[in-house]
Nanobody
């Protein structure tokens, strides 16, 4: 199982980024996918979740209305569209899935929101 995030970078407040997580080594279309983030000095938090059927849920109240999770099962990729970014969104963003009770993480992609 491999999860590879991309799309992070430096962006000004109010800007947008789209993160991608390319999955391989398992039947992507049949598993729930999640995005987490971890800011400096803080615990990792669940940001968003999407089922195999594409039903999405944003968990973090601070990003509701600004972030959207989606997936393309044909490309084995899950996305996190982040709009109206704030400095508090600065974090490492991780892709995650659980297969037969074992969790798998990507290496993370850094998102820095700063003027």
């Amino acid at each position: 199982v491999q999860l590879v995030e991309s799309g992070g970078g430096l962006v000004q407040p109010g800007g947008s980024l789209r993160l991608s997580c390319a999955a391989s080594g398992f039947t992507f279309s049949t598993y729930v996918m999640r995005w987490y983030r971890q800011a400096p000095g803080k615990e990792r938090e669940l940001v968003a979740h999407i089922t195999d059927a594409g039903v999405s849920l944003i968990y973090a109240d601070s990003v509701k209305g600004r972030f959207t999770i989606s997936r393309d099962n044909a490309k084995n990729t899950v996305y996190l569209q982040m709009n109206s970014l704030k400095t508090d969104d600065t974090a490492v963003y991780y892709c995650y899935t659980s297969i037969w009770g074992r969790g798998y993480w990507g290496q993370g992609t850094q998102v820095t929101v700063s003027s």
